[in-house]
């Protein structure tokens, strides 16, 4: 950190006093009453009255960089090394404010993710009703709204269905999780639904082995993946790794969303006009939404983090290499061939399933601009004439 250290010989003419006039020291010595003369020295203005409330903001601001991410640290870092604090109270607070973690992004904010969470969901759920979901949850986007709108009055299966949540371990020590499986429980009961639910920590899904599933003889099991497997490109053989864990559990269905843009090539001009046209289109989209043309109107809060969150993914595409560059967006004709060579082939999602995508769009953003178009088996949700999002199922071959 980047401090001025000023000697004792201008520290005695400083603050802009003269010693000519007594009633300018009068007034000198009034705004520098308290000041701490071992702070004033190293360029910092701390009161000793506020001595006790400087200790307390440097305890709370180790507890709060003691629980944030490496790259949280490095953007601090980068906006205050060269700042120099002559109030020492108001700059601690500051730090800790831009420390604390933000609120996460809602899902429900999103019409696009609305429906193809949904829309999968449904198709994974109706394969049988003692289907073992499995589903990487949590890896990058709240879904723990969608049980409201995902799950509702089925014939009520003869056992509960098991669902298995996948997620990283936390920053915060909360238990996320469980979260999830609690506000799961609570919606079931109000339906009269019964079902099992268990999670999974895992820092990748690259980590995980069939072997740690447990699948009951005569289950049928279904794996859902919304907006992750894209991440495990940046890894050689991690998405090889989990298809062929995918395989091991023999699922009778694999249902994938995933963005529908190229932003994983080698050239860095490609890339950045691929995701300008890409998010220009998607912030349109939204802006629509909270301009007043959703049924359920966004927030003020649910705009900015929506911003933010789409704000992390743009910088990943543009400004991250190797492994760091983890928004590895590719298209569904890429997601085909690697899904095909991985031993999988295309289920065709059917007619209710596009009825029931263009319903949601409808309901949740109105419908105005939104479309739903069917590509070989496939929907695909876009705005206007561009294509956004890709939801697609598959099978064993």
Known sequence: MKREHTNQENFSSSGSCSSSGKAKMWSCEAEDAGVDELFAVLGYKVKSSDMAEVAQKIEQLEEVMGSVQQ?????LASETVHYNPSDLSSWLESMISGLNPMPEFDSSSDPFLESSTITTIDNGSSVNSRAQMVADSDFGSDLISIPGKAIYPRTQPPAPPPLTGIGPPSNDNTDHLQEVGWKLAKFAETINVEFEYRGF??????????AMFDIREGETVAVNSIFELHQLLARPGAIEKVLQVVRELKPEILTVVEQEANHNGNVFLERFTESLHYYSTLFDSLESCGAGNCDALVSDQDKVMSEVYLGRQICNVVACEGVDRIERHETLTQWRVRFGSAGFGPVHLGSNAYKQASMLLALFAGGDGYRVEENNGCLMLGWHT?????TSAWKLS
């Open 71 to 75: 790259d949280g640290l490095s953007q």
């Open 201 to 210: 920590v895992a820092t990748s899904l690259a980590d995980l082995n069939a």
């Open 386 to 390: 561009r294509t956004l999002i890709a």
